[in-house]
Structures are given as structure tokens and as C-alpha cells.
């Protein structure tokens, strides 16, 4: 709707023979006083030459003044259709960004083989201290994401935060639960891996075939809780850019999310490179 | 920036944790558990008591080494995946076993030795060789005598009582530790929005901002390792001698199980698809 109305307006300022109820108050306002003025002179004309003259003066000069504003009005239209379709670019962009989050959650990082099961979980591009700072289950803690926006709006570095922290509240609070329902699924799986991998003291499965098939049951069940996980990691990203925040300041979200990300990756690299890895002394007490 | 020279001073004084766990796991693998299985083989259990001592100290020596390399960099020992292999990874939590993991293998004992007991009780008392045998075929690589798969049999009310306890203890415990994981993390994100993004994530508001949660990382893991080492202890403590031998053979066995070069290179060839049924 906002787009038809735009796009429409700059051409129809040229006819100076408009209906009334076509125009913007403004025009409006100044149609009334060239009648008004064309009213007067008609009723005028015996007056002096002078006088005549003073009053075409008058005449031109509103002419000349009305049409330097159409000018200014036809090309502050003109930047602000240019301004719009940037948005809808923009908008599209927006939209295309969370495609490829979608895609990067729930098709890219599932895997396929049962190597890839530690490679999603503790990925071995991201150092350490990045997955310290912010993973869970292998990429961004779901509510994380929501606390970041929560960040973000208590610096105003939103526009419009009325409401945001009561609303980032609650849906902090919700994806709390499906969180910890996700950690305890898990945590089930690690609690109870000693009864069922092929070299559990219980387990007869111990033969190279019947061995695999019992760790590819395991990792089977890993698997469905990745999925699940990856699956609430998109869910805060979408209710970030389409449920809470409004369009001016999803731009903004996307870009931070990016930035801060980024900047914690940099951050973990340097004090990898400067803390190196965990060490102990090398003759430490006791038996070891 | 570090010295040039720090790398060969660290050299000299300190090896890192990766180094440690290797010889923790060679002595683990190589010398205490096939002593513990000698005795355990030996007719007359030379040694037994004082060998299960040696393992037990094996292990909460490694907690005391988890705790200790801890403060020199937290997130290395949470996220091994550099010294951890990828069987071992999905099965890590707060960086090491599950502490729900030992009584549920105290608990599989008890269940297997006296769902057993109810299937023998038709033919024997439980005591003679044939109901070793039964047992013996999910045990087979044990090789030990045979009054010791039934070792788990009618525990005692107050071993039941003790076990019971130290579950309530941890299903107290861990959702803390979870939750306070969490609540770090949180701090992170949020102090991180706060102070950095205006400054466009310099490295020093960044370092400021994980410094203080990274302290409560540090606080988690220790306090996870307790609770890992606290349940060894606590399981051993109640146990005769042939119940916590059973107990720390099967837990080592468990750890060199996911170090078996064998089954390893299978893993790694492996092209199975997972969820091939869903």
C-alpha cells in the first residue's frame, strides 16, 4: 500500500489544473490564495498602472515561489522513492539472511557421518574460549541471542525499545525451558552411554559389525537432539527479526549479531595464541 | 605480546594437559588395569585391596589435575577437542564423564546381578559356577573367578540407602551446574552488548566483559569435577572389596574402550549414515 502511494505522486504535481481533493494540506493552502489573488485582481481593474503593476510583481513572484516548491517537492519524492527501494532491497536482504541461517542450521550443520557428530558439537575452527563465551550444543545458546538483543536495547542502541525488555523477558524465560529440556534429553544420553556403547562392561555387542551398530545407536540419539537444538537456535534468531523487533532495527540486530560474534572469534584467537592451552606443572604432587 | 623466550621457559617447567592425560591413560591402561585384573584372577586376590587404593588414587588424581590446569585455561579442558577423539567428544560433559554415569553403572551391577539371581533361582542358589557362566557371557573379557559377578548380589539395605542418596545429592547438583553455565554465558552476551558494540568490539572491553564469568566457568568445572570425584569415592566407600574392584575395572575398561585403536579407525572409516531409520 505505502508503495503505490509513493511512487504515484511526483508526476502530478505539473498539472496546475488538479482537483482540489487530490492535493496534500499544503497545496492546498497555497491553490486558495492564487484564487483568492486571481478574485481581487479581476474585480481591480480600474485601479492606476502602478498599482497594476505591483500587483502582477506579487502575482509572479508566488508563481515563481510555487513553482521552486513543486520543484523541491518533486525531487525530495524522487529521494524518498530512491530511499524506499533501498528498503525493500534491504528488506529482501533481511529476508535472505535468515534463509541462510535456516538452511545453516537445520540442513548444513546436521551431520551425516558419525565423525561429524563431535565436529558439530565442539567444531574445531571455533578456539575454545569462543565455545566457553557462547556455545551450547556446538554454536549460539539460543537464549543468548535473545540476551543479546536484550544488551543492545539497554545501550539504546535500538530505536524503538518500548516494551522490548518486558517482552525479551518472557521469551527469554520460555526458551530457558526448551533449553534445559534439550540439556536433560542429552544429559540423558551421556548418563546412560555406559550401559549401551559396545565396550560398556555390560554390553555384549563387542564385534566389529554389531560394535558400530551399537555406537551408531548412540550417536543416533545425539543426532535428534542436535536437530532440536539447531532447530530453537533459528527459532530466537526468527522471533529476534520477526516478532520483536521492527523493521528499522532488525539491520541493526543482524549487524551486531554478526559483529559481536566475529569480534569473539578474534578476541578467542588472540588469547589462544597468547594463553596457549592448559598446562600443569611438571612434576604436580601425588600419584600422577 | 609474550616473550619470545616463553614458549622455551614454559617447555622447560610445565607440559600441557594433553601430554598429562596421555600418561594418565597409559598408566591407566597399560599397568594398574591389568594389575587389578591379575588379582582379580588370582586365586587368592593377592594384592587386590591395596591395587583398587592405586586406581582409586588414579583417578581422583586426574580430577586434582583437571582442577589444577583449570586456572590456567578453563575453556581448553571444557572443549578438548584437540586432545579427545571424536567417539569420546559427543559423551563429554562439562568436559569429562557424566557424573549420573558412575551410579548408573553401580546400579547396572546391582540390576544384572539380581535380575540374574531371579533367573537362576529355579536351578541354584546363585553361588555355583553356572550362574557365573550366565553372567560371564556379557563379561567374558573379565576372566576372574566366579564368585565375583555375584558380588552385586542382595546388596545391603544401607548400600541401597547410600546409592539413593548420592543420586538425590546429584540430581540437586547438576541442573545447578547447568543452569549456572547458563547465567554465565548470559552475563557474557549481555555485557558484551552493553560495552562493546558502541566501541565496535575491541579486544578490551571484550577481555574486561569474559573476564569475571570466565571465573565462574573456572568455579563450574571445579565444582563439576568435585561432584565427579566426590561419587567415586562415595561409591567405593560402601562397597567390599569385590564390588568396588568390579566397579573401577568396568569404569577403566569403559575409558580405554573409547581409546581402542581398532574400533577407533572403524568409527573414523565409517560411512554409515546416520539416523538410517528415521
Known amino acids: 500500500m505505502k508503495r503505490m502511494m509513493m511512487s504515484s505522486s511526483p508526476s502530478s504535481y505539473c498539472d496546475q489544473e488538479i482537483e482540489h481533493g487530490e492535493r496534500e494540506e499544503d497545496e492546498e493552502m497555497v491553490d486558495e490564495l492564487v484564487r483568492r489573488q486571481d478574485g481581487i485582481a479581476e474585480r481591480l481593474q480600474c485601479m492606476t498602472f502602478y498599482k497594476r503593476e505591483t500587483n502582477k510583481r506579487s502575482e509572479e513572484l508566488s508563481w515563481d515561489k510555487y513553482g521552486l516548491w513543486r520543484e523541491e517537492q518533486k525531487s525530495r519524492a524522487a529521494r524518498i522513492e530512491k530511499q524506499l527501494k533501498a528498503r525493500w532491497e534491504l528488506e529482501e536482504l533481511i529476508e535472505e539472511q535468515l534463509n541462510r541461517f535456516h538452511a545453516h542450521y537445520n540442513q548444513a550443520m546436521i551431520p551425516t557421518r558419525l565423525k561429524d557428530v563431535a565436529e558439530v558439537l565442539m567444531p574445531k575452527w571455533a ?81 566389529g559389525g554389531a560394535a558400530l551398530r551399537s555406537i551408531q545407536a548412540e550417536f543416533n540419539k545425539i543426532k535428534r537432539v542436535i536437530i532440536k537444538a539447531q532447530q530453537l537456535r533459528y527459532k530466537a534468531l526468527e522471533l529476534v527479526v520477526k516478532k520483536i523487533l521492527n523493521q528499522t532495527d532488525v539491520p541493526e540486530f543482524l549487524v551486531a549479531f554478526a559483529g559481536v560474534q566475529d569480534a569473539i572469534h578474534q ?10 592451552v592448559a598446562t600443569l606443572p611438571l612434576k604436580p604432587s601425588g600419584s600422577i | 605480546m609474550p616473550s619470545p623466550f616463553s614458549l622455551f621457559r614454559k617447555k622447560s617447567t610445565t607440559r600441557t594437559f594433553k601430554d598429562f592425560y596421555a600418561e594418565w591413560f597409559d598408566t591407566l591402561k597399560n599397568n594398574l588395569l591389568p594389575l587389578l585384573r591379575q588379582s582379580l584372577s588370582s586365586p587368592l586376590h593377592t594384592l587386590i585391596s591395596f591395587r583398587i587404593d592405586l586406581l582409586l588414587q588414579h583417578f581422583l588424581s586426574y580430577y586434582d589435575s583437571l582442577d589444577l590446569a583449570a586456572s590456567s585455561d578453563v575453556s581448553y579442558l571444557l ?40 533367573e537362576d533361582d529355579g536351578e541354584t542358589d546363585g553361588f555355583l559356577p553356572s550362574g557365573r557362566n550366565q553372567i560371564g557371557q556379557n563379561l567374558e573379557f573379565l576372566d576372574k573367578p566366579w564368585q565375583f559377578p555375584v558380588a552385586w548380589k542382595n546388596p545391603s539395605k544401607s548400600m541401597i540407602t547410600r546409592i539413593e542418596q548420592i543420586e538425590c545429592g546429584l540430581r540437586l547438583m547438576v541442573p545447578g551446574l547447568v543452569s549456572r553455565v547458563r547465567k554465565a554465558q548470559a552475563a557474557i552476551m549481555g555485557k558484551i552488548a552493553e560495552d562493546c558494540v558502541s566501541c565496535e568490539g575491541k579486544k578490551k572491553e571484550i577481555d574486561e566483559a569474559v573476564k569475571e564469568e570466565m571465573e565462574e566457568m573456572v568455579a563450574v568445572f571445579l565444582d563439576a569435577n568435585r561432584l565427579r570425584r566426590t561419587v567415586i569415592s562415595e561409591i567405593i566407600d560402601p562397597t567390599n572389596v569385590y564390588q568396588g574392584a568390579l566397579f573401577l575395572e568396568a569404569l577403566s575398561q569403559f575409558l580405554v574402550g573409547f581409546r581402542d585403536p581398532i574400533l577407533l579407525a572403524e568409527f573414523e572409516r565409517c560411512n554409515m549414515p546416520i539416523l538410517r531409520f528415521c
Open chain 2, 79 to 118: 572443549f578438548p577437542s584437540s586432545w579427545r577423539n571424536p567417539l569420546e567428544i559427543p559423551f563429554l560433559f562439562l568436559g569429562d564423564l557424566h557424573p549420573y554415569l558412575f551410579t548408573n553403572l553401580l546400579r547396572s551391577f546391582i540390576d544384572e546381578a539380581n535380575n540374574r539371581r531371579d
Open chain 1, 267 to 276: 578476541f578467542a584467537e588472540q588469547q589462544r595464541l597468547q594463553k596457549g
Open chain 1, 127 to 207: 578456539p575454545p574460549q569462543e565455545l566457553t563465551i557462547m556455545s551450547w550444543l556446538g554454536d549460539w545458546r539460543p537464549s543468548a541471542i535473545l540476551e543479546l538483543l536484550r544488551g543492545l536495547a539497554r545501550s539504546s542502541s535500538l530505536s524503538d525499545t518500548t516494551g522490548v525488555d518486558q517482552l525479551l523477558a518472557q521469551l527469554i524465560h520460555e526458551i530457558h525451558i526448551e533449553e534445559t529440556v534439550i540439556d536433560e534429553e542429552m544429559a540423558e544420553i551421556q548418563a546412560t552411554c555406559i550401559l549401551h556403547l559396545p565396550f560398556s562392561p555390560l554390553n555384549c555387542n563387542r564385534s
